[in-house]
């Protein structure tokens, strides 16, 4: 079974500050992570993944999260944020066999004040 | 290469009329998930879909939903004599075919915002 926890429904921080949106997965087995965001009335889009390898990731817009097994975290950095941040961020956990459904988490909405 | 679509993008519908939700795929996209957000909520997985076949639909309620990706056309999301229960954000998403064994991201169309009155 998998499961994802999402610290903090709501986020704000100050156009410029480090984001910090954080992540906690359950999973039996070798889990692949996700991160998407959703802009209002609009459909996911991937940030970015974890599936094997570097467990630093690098995704679009600036952010990165890195996977820490021992502390079965994901968390999502950002080191400047910026206005079009703004936005609900979902943490995400799949299996690896083929085509696994995406297990995800209750999202975090991040509020950038300026 | 367009994206996911979906359409409508917003519904309406009256407690016990049918609602039916259509999703066209990515090119090339042989697979289909459609997931529920309700209001402040994640998605939640309902259905995983391949070409005229059911792989896993133990997100799908028991009763008045069902889902279909046939052959040709688009894949749709059923919803037979809604409830109010029943408003909220419809995602589809498809993925190319398999590689490996391996999976494979999905791409999330814009969704279908259903508002049962």
């Known amino acids: 079974a998998q499961s994802v926890t999402q610290l903090g429904s709501h986020v704000s921080v100050s156009e410029g500050a480090l984001v910090l949106l954080r992540c906690n997965y359950s999973?039996?087995?070798?889990?692949?992570l996700f991160w998407y965001v959703q802009y209002p009335n609009q459909g996911l889009q991937l940030l970015l993944k974890y599936t094997t390898g570097a467990t630093l990731v690098k995704g679009i817009n600036g952010f990165e999260a890195e996977f820490k097994k021992s502390e079965t975290s994901f968390h999502l950095t950002k080191p400047s944020a910026h206005m079009s941040d703004a936005a609900e961020y979902f943490c995400?956990?799949?299996?690896?066999?083929?085509?696994?459904?995406?297990?995800f988490g209750s999202g975090t909405r991040l509020s950038i004040r300026p | 290469n367009a994206g996911v679509m979906q359409n409508p993008r917003h519904l309406v519908r009256r407690r016990g009329q049918e609602a039916r939700l259509r999703c066209s795929p990515m090119?090339?996209?042989?697979?289909v998930y459609w997931y529920r957000q309700l209001p402040e909520e994640g998605l939640k997985f309902m259905v995983y879909?391949?070409?005229?076949?059911?792989?896993?639909e133990s997100g799908m309620p028991k009763e008045r939903f069902s889902a279909e990706f046939p052959k040709e056309g688009p894949s749709i999301l059923r919803i037979q004599q809604v409830v109010r229960g029943d408003s909220a954000a419809y995602f589809c998403?498809?993925?190319?075919?398999?590689?490996?064994?391996?999976?494979?991201?999905?791409?999330f169309g814009p969704g279908t915002r259903l508002l049962v009155l």
């Open positions: 995400a956990v799949s299996g690896r066999s083929s085509a696994s459904k995406i297990i």
């Open positions: 998403a498809s993925s190319p075919p398999l590689a490996g064994g391996t999976t494979e991201t999905q791409y």
């Open positions: 879909l391949q070409k005229e076949n059911i792989i896993d």
């Open positions: 090119k090339g996209h042989s697979h």
């Open positions: 999973s039996s087995v070798p889990p692949y």
